[in-house]
């Protein structure tokens, strides 16, 4: 249950949350290409505790703050402002769309059991769904993993690939098809593993270009895995419906988090463009510098009025505002590429070294364009909603436009 | 004085636009590259007010309907899906932007002389502000034009250019500079000026690519013209200030009704990409052709959204919301101008001849690239502030961030 | 036949004709809108015989200079200069396409009858291909033009559309689909019909925004037309391989002719920023302006580098150079809008006016983007030329590179 | 001295680098990430002068193949296919460029010295130009550098860093500032530094994203360093005027190279379109992948030409070529970051790991839009030569173009 917040408590969070985030988290940071170890996480997330700014967008009853979906994006973008900063408060992928799924559809029993220890951050999760070619990637459809209905459970048979988070998850929610007899039932369905299972087995690792995630993107398999019924999150056969509560608002705190960090980029081509001199003039002061920074402006405020919107409308209509949550996580992720871009090289460089944090944010942002369907796979979703939109305008009487006008046509 | 109005009644006149506009006013359209004459537009003002639709934003005790700002952008949007539906709505430019500033500055007197009469749409009025090189153009502060005090009044001498709908209008509000004695008041005034005193004289017409502004875009001259106390509009010497009031909302209304025609544009390619077949495929089931719907929804949508981010801070605190209109404007124009840019591809040959009406949308939105501030001068200045803001962030604690890490050297 | 020219004579004619241009053709050239009449391209045809510029491209027998298609490039961009300059110089579409087909393919007898004429610039001439949807269009497999073998010659049926120059022509190459009985002649076939053949008819003007092409864009109607057997021009059934001729030249003739046109526009903007001051600065040297002109420069020189290679191989190997042809269509058409738009953006209000014919030139080329195969169609079969090119060199031994590499893989 | 070579002799060259680098170079690439050890480069290079390919561009007195700079490009490209094929063939950066220099300007003595050693492969060398702010970087005039005229020879003093190849080279060429008492020779000038001189740090690495590079890109520190008469490269005061002569080629082997591996990107993407499913069609039937695929063909086929142009301009008017260069340096630095950015999203979740070496490519080439002189700083130079040329033309009697036609009023 999420709670009421007026604006100035939403603006009261955030800039503590800003505060956190400048004063404990940055001193933190791992240097570039590295990752956070887990010891200093762990102790990261007891002082987020202790500030008050841990788990925003959590359930209160399991240690968050209850944050409603309307209000994540100051915060989140607060704490994207640090690569880190999502892992330490709690909101970062997967867990934070693990949490969301658990919050909406599993029953109490499972909430007790998986939701409260994720909330808490005292333990990690993983949501496998990518499989290797043929199987499901950018066409969810190619579903290959099975689930068997066997007495008194479920067996699981399949391989799954860029796996976020597996390495050390202590559970994994693992989306299946399932023929059932019963065509009520047939079609995919999640299941909550423990990745203890003897029959869950974390593969080879992938090595990205990312560093923000702890955990990895390994391969992992599944092989005669047993789980009893009471591992079926929602119900068999809606899996692609149930993957729909995740993937909207997962793929839109994406975006929040890495305008956060689009924002820390543009913040540092700042401070150079501050520093330096070329010419006799502040690097500020140049026009060709301060075309670049506005565009990134132009790119920050932009990305943040879809965001909101998105986020608003996910509130208070899931199915538009995962529609919408295409256009937001295609131009978003596009965005902050490009914001990141002008701040390297705006630093010259020093942008392409690990002097500074740019080049490795680059790194950090760029595989948004694909996970969480790659941004060609929702221009196709964009334009067939749109055409099939249009249809329906015209199927309620508006006209057909595209009539050549008779009217502009002489007689030679 | 704007009224309150709930979701629900924004919705309905949203809706009642829509069908004004597909009913009444797009079987009136004029011709690709021909205007709308006065008498069918005094016929469809009309039937616009008839319809309740009429000068929505426009105060109700001078016939409009007292719609907020921050409401406006749909209804806008909806008349703007016809070019000449802001001319009909009486929400056109200039005359648009005029009210909103009699309506925030001027004197009860003043309004009921010139504000009744505009929003009522009997009259027609003019803001000549640009002049020729190198008076007044993206650097306002080259203003040229001189209003002297004298007894009783002052006394304007000036060129003016590029003045749209000075043809044919009832009244200017002159931008001036005053150099007062006193230095509170030097600087530069608004002047209320009737088009019929002798010492205005309306010159050489500017041919432009566009069609929609009743009243072309002509040179003004003001010739020893004098006009009594009474003429001042707000104070001497505040003409900059109040120019503010009037700017960025008149640039935002600018993107609002563009976005209308865009979504007009969208929808052409709709239907043409709907009824068209290629290499044996429907045209709106080609990846390419996809691929430039998708693009155009993308920007309609995020067009949408900083315009209405932009007109919710406008209500809150004109002075943020000024400044974000810089980024709207910006965005917007450019991203209108590729909607229909890829409309007219979309719809090959008939796209760039009069079959269609697209290529004259596109010359009807290139000036905005240029008008209401270059889009390279709001870079200019978006960057400029951003610096600045930066700076304050640094003057209240925040740490500069350009230090070059000296842990990222090793020793060799 | 061509004649060998040294590098020094293409320096010269280049010279010659960018002085003829100058001197003679800007003077005259007609306002922005309006289009250039008759009797006054005649006299200026007249001069530039007199002035050795005439018909650079033409066989020296028919009155032309002979000058080889790799030694085209400077020469068409000189005319281009100007918007009337290679309608004086006789080297404007349809013509000059129509005269490198007739030269390459018809017969002494047609040559000496069409040729000679349309070369010393007695006659005009059209290319009736394109068709009303769902004819040939972007898809030219599409043709339903008819020509049916009958006794002593051919009776042609059909309906074409944006015939450029029908208006006014002498003669037509009309590209018709035949179903010969063998399957040898089977296909299309390309046939010399005079325009005063009572079977034709010149049907509706279709308005387009440009204004260089004397004679229009009209419907045109073949009714039951007869034509004798030496009206067809090669072979029959060979239409589509004579077309391939036709269009890997023509539509690099397009992109000299334009790519001059740009130069003019960016010359414009150059001398505007010289003139004009802003802020205290002289337009050049604000960097945001410097920014515009450079990647005008850029867009310059990249289009004319691969407008050359392209010549260069289309006269080294035709079928290679076709290929190339649209990559160069296709960058150069976009390229010459981007020059030109910047140089709008330059200039201001006076960009979007006809005080300057900047915004006429963007009309201009807008179009090109479109005909000569729109440039959608043209990245389909660039990718797809491209896909079976890797397919030929996999085929003679190359390794396929998609194979993810085992070594990145670590036990986890 | 360069050899005369036949365009067929350049093409058997090309194939036969093609074919060493797919058979014997590319078997040996390390992972992403990872460096070519020198071990196993001495190895490569052995085979690579087996093979008849080793330092196409080197005197063949020195060992190289003597091959003239217009018919680099073919040569350089093949060599770029793999990202150490360069290093092995002795033809990377910074060494190729200093080859080039030394050959240019060194006399017999120097040449015999360093040269030699340089086009065999038996050392390396460095040219440390760059300095820490506010030295030498994009502003070359804000060389700090200093070299003082003592008694048989200078005294260099000063700080350079990010000088690629410093670890590990034999010498360096280095630029120092000399304020001579005439002033014919006050100015900078070039000194050749053996690496083991007393006088030379190495100082702390800096860490780039970039592997291809040998010897990194530390800081270099000069301390009191004597030289002799002797290793004067030149002659003093000229160190600027021989930097162009090292500056123009130097930056378009870099467009040369980084196209070779935008081929190589552009061919993975190819072999992964064709080998994967999507939505029941290959992948590169897909439209919106076609479109993908096309624009990348079109950037490698323009940067193509433009280099070819450059380097065939640079062969006939040195001064002329290097102005061109920045066009070529700036555009193709642009292109290839672009192709590489296409290929990654083409291949999905496997373009971002280091399953394929996409990624890494991507950082391989993102620094060339900031070395070689920032594509800013070049587009103002840009910029700043074509307002100049533009002056000449005046000069010489053009017209400006920008006067406003009157024409164009009418009387209103």
Same mark, same amino acid.
């Given at each position: 249950?999420?709670?009421?917040?007026?604006?100035?408590?939403?603006?009261?969070?955030?800039?503590?949350?800003?505060?956190?985030?400048?004063?404990?988290?940055?001193?933190?940071?791992?240097?570039?290409?590295?990752?956070?170890?887990?010891?200093?996480?762990?102790?990261?997330?007891?002082?987020?505790?202790?500030?008050?700014?841990?788990?925003?967008?959590?359930?209160?009853?399991?240690?968050?703050?209850?944050?409603?979906?309307?209000?994540?994006?100051?915060?989140?973008?607060?704490?994207?402002?640090?690569?880190?900063?999502?892992?330490?408060?709690?909101?970062?992928?997967?867990?934070?769309?693990?949490?969301?799924?658990?919050?909406?559809?599993?029953?109490?029993?499972?909430?007790?059991?998986?939701?409260?220890?994720?909330?808490?951050?005292?333990?990690?999760?993983?949501?496998?769904?990518?499989?290797?070619?043929?199987?499901?990637? /950018? $066409?969810? =459809?190619? *579903?290959?993993?099975?689930?068997?209905?066997?007495?008194?459970?479920? @067996?699981?048979? &399949?391989?799954? +690939?860029?796996?976020?988070?597996?390495?050390?998850?202590?559970?994994?929610?693992?989306?299946?098809?399932?023929?059932?007899?019963?065509?009520?039932?047939?079609?995919?369905?999640?299941?909550?593993?423990?990745?203890?299972?003897?029959?869950?087995?974390?593969?080879?690792?992938?090595?990205?270009?990312?560093?923000?995630?702890?955990?990895?993107?390994?391969?992992?398999?599944?092989?005669?895995?047993?789980? /009893? $019924?009471? =591992?079926? *999150?929602?119900?068999?056969?809606?899996?692609?419906?149930?993957?729909? @509560?995740?993937? &909207?608002?997962? +793929?839109?705190?994406?975006?929040?988090?890495?305008?956060?960090?689009?924002?820390?980029?543009?913040?540092?081509?700042?401070?150079?463009?501050?520093?330096?001199?070329?010419?006799?003039?502040?690097?500020?002061?140049?026009?060709?510098?301060?075309?670049?920074?506005?565009?990134?402006?132009?790119?920050?405020?932009?990305?943040?009025?879809?965001?909101?919107?998105?986020?608003?409308?996910?509130?208070?209509?899931?199915?538009?505002?995962?529609?919408?949550?295409?256009?937001?996580?295609?131009?978003?992720?596009?965005?902050?590429?490009?914001?990141?871009?002008?701040?390297?090289?705006?630093?010259?460089?020093?942008?392409?070294?690990?002097?500074?944090?740019?080049?490795?944010?680059?790194?950090?942002?760029?595989?948004?364009?694909?996970?969480?369907?790659?941004?060609?796979?929702?221009?196709?979703?964009?334009?067939?909603?749109?055409?099939?939109?249009?249809?329906?305008?015209?199927?309620?009487?508006?006209?057909?436009?595209?009539?050549?006008?008779?009217?502009?046509?002489?007689?030679?």
């Amino acid at each position: 249950m999420t709670e009421q917040f007026s604006s100035a408590q939403v603006e009261d969070l955030t800039s503590r949350t800003e505060a956190f985030i400048r004063e404990e988290v940055m001193p933190s940071e791992p240097r570039p290409g590295e990752y956070l170890d887990s010891a200093h996480r762990a102790d990261l997330m007891r002082r987020a505790k202790h500030a008050g700014v841990f788990a925003p967008h959590a359930p209160k009853q399991y240690g968050g703050l209850g944050l409603p979906i309307e209000h994540w994006s100051p915060v989140f973008q607060a704490a994207g402002y640090s690569p880190i900063g999502p892992s330490v408060l709690n909101c970062m992928a997967p867990d934070e769309g693990n949490m969301r799924m658990l919050e909406a559809i599993a029953t109490p029993a499972q909430q007790d059991r998986y939701l409260g220890p994720l909330a808490r951050g005292d333990v990690r999760s993983c949501f496998p769904m990518t499989e290797p070619h043929p199987g499901a990637g /950018s $066409d969810p =459809a190619a *579903l290959q993993t099975e689930a068997r209905k066997v007495d008194g459970g479920w @067996v699981i048979d &399949g391989h799954k +690939r860029f796996i976020s988070g597996a390495i050390g998850a202590s559970f994994a929610i693992v989306m299946a098809r399932n023929d059932a007899a019963d065509s009520v039932t047939a079609g995919s369905t999640m299941l909550l593993v423990e990745m203890s299972n003897p029959g869950v087995r974390v593969g080879e690792q992938i090595h990205t270009i990312d560093r923000t995630i702890e955990g990895g993107h390994p391969h992992v398999y599944f092989d005669d895995c047993f789980v /009893s $019924d009471d =591992a079926v *999150l929602g119900g068999p056969g809606l899996g692609f419906r149930y993957a729909q @509560v995740r993937l &909207g608002p997962a +793929r839109l705190t994406h975006c929040m988090r890495w305008l956060g960090l689009a924002r820390r980029a543009l913040d540092i081509a700042l401070d150079r463009a501050s520093a330096r001199e070329l010419f006799g003039s502040r690097l500020q002061d140049l026009g060709i510098a301060q075309n670049l920074l506005a565009e990134s402006v132009i790119d920050v405020e932009t990305s943040d009025a879809i965001i909101q919107r998105t986020a608003t409308l996910l509130a208070s209509n899931p199915k538009e505002g995962t529609a919408l949550s295409s256009v937001a996580k295609t131009y978003c992720s596009e965005a902050v590429f490009r914001v990141i871009d002008r701040a390297i090289q705006l630093c010259g460089g020093d942008g392409v070294s690990d002097g500074l944090p740019l080049a490795q944010y680059l790194n950090e942002v760029r595989p948004f364009r694909i996970y969480d369907g790659s941004n060609e796979t929702h221009k196709w979703a964009i334009a067939r909603r749109k055409v099939a939109a249009r249809d329906r305008q015209v199927a309620a009487g508006a006209s057909r436009l595209d009539r050549i006008g008779e009217q502009s046509y002489d007689r030679s």
